[in-house]
């Protein structure tokens, strides 16, 4: 446990601060009025979760494990966003669980998926290779 907190501190303060966005009443605002930017909004969340959990494992495993991480980065963002829509729909009354919401978070969750694997990890070699060289 001790581990993955000293591995992914950024990943495991933002899913606490999805956690608390997903539970508090937010505020009326005038992009209220703008047609689906409550799933823009999950998007960006789930999205920006999953690309820290692709740097911080980048930055702290010295060996790439497709299938564990992928499990990872796909599997508990999905997880977790299912569980907080069940959640919102059964022990709120002023959130409401809506399932296109768990859509767009693992829409999120793909897109930053497909840039890990062809943006992230190869910039990483790359800064890996490089500085190996200077050694």
């Given at each position: 446990?001790?581990?993955?907190?000293?591995?992914?501190?950024?990943?495991?303060?933002?899913?606490?601060?999805?956690?608390?966005?997903?539970?508090?009443?937010?505020?009326q605002?005038?992009?209220?009025?703008?047609?689906y930017?409550?799933?823009?909004?999950?998007?960006?969340?789930?999205?920006?979760?999953?690309?820290?959990?692709w740097?911080?494992?980048?930055?702290?495993?010295?060996?790439?494990?497709?299938?564990?991480?992928?499990?990872?980065?796909?599997?508990?963002?999905i997880?977790?966003?299912?569980?907080?829509?069940?959640?919102?729909?059964?022990?709120?009354?002023?959130?409401?669980?809506?399932?296109?919401?768990?859509?767009?978070?693992?829409?999120?969750?793909?897109i930053?998926?497909l840039?890990g694997?062809?943006?992230?990890?190869?910039?990483?070699?790359?800064?890996?290779?490089?500085?190996?060289?200077?050694?």
């Amino acid at each position: 446990m001790i581990r993955y907190l000293t591995a992914y501190p950024l990943s495991i303060l933002i899913v606490i601060i999805i956690c608390y966005l997903s539970f508090f009443q937010p505020p009326q605002t005038s992009l209220d009025e703008v047609p689906y930017i409550d799933k823009l909004a999950h998007i960006c969340m789930y999205g920006g979760l999953t690309t820290v959990l692709w740097i911080e494992y980048l930055f702290h495993q010295s060996t790439f494990n497709y299938k564990t991480f992928l499990a990872g980065s796909i599997c508990f963002p999905i997880c977790l966003s299912g569980i907080i829509e069940i959640l919102q729909s059964q022990c709120t009354d002023n959130r409401s669980g809506d399932w296109f919401d768990l859509l767009a978070n693992a829409t999120g969750v793909c897109i930053a998926c497909l840039l890990g694997i062809y943006v992230w990890k190869p910039l990483y070699q790359k800064f890996k290779s490089s500085g190996s060289r200077k050694r």
